[in-house]
């Protein structure tokens, strides 16, 4: 079975400055990895994802994650937010090809003027 | 394109009422999934269907919840009775083996209040 794990549940950060928004994942076999955006009052909305091939995903909106398999991570970034960015990131995981998704908690991104 | 629809956006109702919530995925999408978010819970897979057959509905709290989806363009949720700790937001989403991506397409939710 698959699990995610988000680590922060709230970041705030000033408008301009880098962000990382950090997911570790746990699985026996391959997978596929997502970061879904939800925006206030809206569905999940895909912001990037990793099936293969290059670690780095460069996705919507400036975002960019890098797969990790060593470190079973797959950590979100962004080298300049905006105030348009706030909203909340999950991160996500399926088996390759399984369809059925685990997403994590969620990291509320806050970001102040 | 449209994405997946849900009716209705807000619904209120007293507690031991029937609830149906209702979901139109997106043409040609074979996979479909029920979901709740509730801020104690986060987001919760309640069902998934594949070609309209329920593929695991482990997720499903209990038997006063049940899903249907009578064909490929028209999925129901309904909850009877109600209960408050029912209330949450009841997301559909879609997807498409096809794309081999798992991918999954969210309408905009389905904020139910049970008083």
New interface residues.
């Given amino acids: 079975a698959q699990s995610v794990t988000q680590l922060d549940s709230q970041v705030p950060v000033f408008e301009e400055a880098p962000v990382e928004l950090r997911c570790n994942y746990s699985s026996s076999v391959s997978v596929?990895l997502?970061w879904?955006v939800q925006y206030p009052?809206?569905?999940?909305?895909?912001l990037l994802?990793y099936?293969s091939g290059s670690t780095l995903v460069k996705g919507i909106n400036g975002f960019e994650a890098e797969f990790n398999k060593s470190q079973t991570s797959f950590h979100l970034r962004k080298p300049s937010v905006h105030i348009s960015d706030t909203a909340e990131y999950?991160c996500a995981v399926?088996r390759?090809?399984?369809?059925?998704?685990i997403?994590?908690?969620?990291t509320r991104l806050f970001v102040k003027a | 394109d449209a994405g997946v629809i849900q009716s209705p956006r807000h619904e209120v109702t007293e507690m031991g009422q029937e609830v149906t919530l209702r979901c139109k995925p997106i043409s040609g999408h074979d996979y479909l999934f029920w979901y709740r978010q509730t801020m104690m819970r986060g987001l919760e897979l309640l069902i998934y269907f594949n070609n309209n057959v329920p593929i695991d509905d482990s997720g499903m709290p209990e038997d006063r919840f049940s899903a249907k989806m009578p064909n490929a363009s028209f999925s129901t949720l309904k909850i009877q009775p109600s209960e408050p700790r029912d209330s949450a937001v009841y997301f559909c989403a879609s997807s498409y083996r096809g794309d081999y991506t798992d991918t999954q397409y969210f309408g905009p939710g389905t904020r139910l209040t049970v008083l």
């Fill in positions: 596929y997502f879904y009052n809206q569905g999940l909305q895909l994802k099936l999950f399926s390759a090809g399984g369809f059925k998704t997403f994590g908690a969620g």
